[in-house]
């Protein structure tokens, strides 16, 4: 048997020999995505995921995975796997295992952070985070697209993240600079702007993520619906990613322009920096 726990990142997590305990944030569960088929294939199983609630839809519709258990709080799963006699434990949090090699090398990602566990089991996998949309899903993204007949530009929101820095003072500057000609969508179900924005609140976080593909640039306001925009199946990611927070704990800049998972990435860190990408 195979367990796999994920924690959200502040959190711990764990994984048992054929169920796995995942309650990450959803963008820490699509780069684990990886990392829990390479160890699916070495074991010949399809692992059960204990997550939390809120982050389960990160493993929907997922081919190497058997089923999704919900937890409340961490080591749940891992407790709950032990008692099933689950018999290979691995710890996935991605913050725990980031600070472990951070320690060593400061410059590490946490992009990369499964990648460097997996190599520790012996296991060499392709690290892009990975999204199984559904047929259904992609129809309902397509249907809400096909109302809109500009070019469009996505805002995922103002994020309370300590690493974001969107503000509402950025918002205001790039719907000055495109409501005019491009329709804004705003992704986040919160804070959305009086005006000139189209609210996308009636989509799941799913059928957003699928509707991202529709877009010429996408705001990033944290590393949620970035990891999705990366895990997106080339050519049908957003033509361009402006990524608004700051990277000085994380480290995902210099790791991802290395995979060149996107072909245009800007990264900015202030404002002055946002007017300036409008030049590029």
Not at 132 to 154: G, H, V, Y
Not at 247 to 252: A, G, I, M, V
């Amino acid at each position: 048997k195979t367990a796999y726990e994920i924690s959200t990142r502040d959190w711990s997590s764990d994984v048992c020999s054929s169920d796995l305990e995942s309650a990450h944030s959803f963008g820490d569960c699509l780069f684990n995505l990886p990392l829990i088929k390479a160890i699916s294939l070495k074991h010949g199983v399809r692992p059960t995921v204990a997550v939390r609630a809120p982050y389960r839809d990160a493993f929907y519709n997922v081919p190497f995975i058997n089923d999704i258990m919900i937890i409340d709080n961490w080591w749940d799963g891992i407790n709950r796997f032990e008692s099933m006699n689950y018999n290979i434990i691995h710890q996935l949090t991605q913050n725990h295992r980031f600070e472990e090699y951070k320690r060593t090398n400061p410059e590490h990602s946490l992009a990369e952070t499964a990648l460097c566990f997996g190599r520790s089991l012996g296991i060499e996998f392709d690290h892009r985070p990975m999204f199984f949309p559904t047929e259904d899903e992609l129809s309902k993204a397509q249907a809400f697209i096909n109302n809109i007949r500009k070019p469009i530009i996505a805002i995922e929101g103002i994020a309370r993240s300590g690493q974001s820095w969107i503000d509402r003072h950025a918002v205001g500057l790039i719907i000055e600079r495109y409501h005019e000609s491009h329709s804004i969508l705003w992704l986040s179900h919160e804070g959305k702007p009086d005006d000139h924005v189209i609210d996308m609140s009636p989509l799941t976080r799913r059928e957003t993520i699928c509707a991202l593909r529709y877009a010429n640039i996408f705001y990033s306001a944290g590393s949620g619906f970035f990891c999705s925009s990366m895990a997106i199946v080339p050519p049908h990611q957003p033509k361009r990613i402006v990524v608004m927070w700051r990277d000085e704990t994380y480290k995902y800049e210099k790791h991802i322009n290395m995979c060149k998972w996107h072909d245009d990435i800007v990264w900015t860190h202030n404002h002055e920096e946002l007017v300036r990408s409008w030049q590029r």
